[in-house]
T-cell receptor
Framework: QKEVEQDPGPLSVPEGAIVSLNCTYS??????FMWYRQYSRKGPELLMY????GNKEDGRFTAQVDKSSKYISLFIRDSQPSDSATYLC?????????????FGDGTTLTVKP | NAGVTQTPKFQVLKTGQSMTLQCAQD?????MYWYRQDPGMGLRLIYY???????DKGEVPNGYNVSRLNKREFSLRLESAAPSQTSVYFC???????????FGSGTRLTVV
């Protein structure tokens, strides 16, 4: 069983919809939680970075971490066609040796005009 | 532009050939990483370097070697390429080893 499981998708929504992307994990040592966006044939780009539990908001994006349930989410409000991409969750323990992240497999999102 | 630069962007190798993938960052980051990305398998860590002068194996190191040439550069070498090494390779870096990475744009490698 993988340490990080991500909803596989694909996900298709109309423009303006609220999108919810989710990951679960099994390693209780994970303390750092990241979301990356990856456009087709490009490298991943860091979107959100959260330490421990709670919410973090950045514009239309909100990251939530629930460590008691080992569940993280990324919400996208007022989704735009430019949000169409693959979204990767990633996690890292606090006592990591050199910041090795464990990634989910990604959820591909399409936002239709 | 500041960031992580990978060369080459595309490469086709024959089975048994060798090659080196180059990576350089100009952000004064301490830690650098090599990942491969395959459909259905996500990003898997090949090797990493916590700081200049150190390197360690990741999840899938077999068939690869690395060199941390200096603080800026971290290269990945395939000594004898195999079709199973067909993949997209990403280099990444982070300032302190905690938190999010900055990724390069990737090298698409095909081994025939």
């Amino acid at each position: 069983q993988k340490e990080v499981e991500q909803d596989p998708g694909p996900l298709s929504v109309p423009e303006g919809a609220i999108v919810s992307l989710n990951c679960t994990y099994s390693n209780s040592a994970f303390q750092y939680f990241m979301w990356y966006r990856q456009y087709s044939r490009k490298g991943p780009e860091l979107l959100m970075y959260t330490y421990s539990s709670g919410n973090k908001e950045d514009g239309r994006f909100t990251a939530q971490v629930d460590k008691s349930s080992k569940y993280i989410s990324l919400f996208i409000r007022d989704s735009q066609p430019s949000d169409s991409a693959t979204y990767l969750c990633a996690m890292m323990p606090f006592n990591t040796n050199a910041g090795k992240s464990t990634f989910g497999d990604g959820t591909t999102l399409t936002v239709k005009p | 532009n500041a960031g992580v630069t990978q060369t080459p962007k595309f490469q086709v190798l024959k089975t048994g050939q060798s090659m080196t993938l180059q990576c350089a960052q100009d952000m004064n980051h301490n830690s650098m990483y090599w990942y491969r990305q395959d459909p259905g398998m996500g990003l898997r860590l090949i090797y990493y370097s916590a700081s200049e002068g150190t390197t360690d194996k990741g999840e899938v190191p077999n068939g690869y070697n690395v060199s941390r040439l200096n603080k800026r550069e971290f290269s990945l070498r395939l000594e004898s390429a195999a079709p199973s090494q067909t993949s997209v390779y990403f280099c990444a870096s982070t300032p302190t080893g905690l938190g999010g990475y900055t990724f390069g744009s990737g090298t698409r490698l095909t081994v025939v």
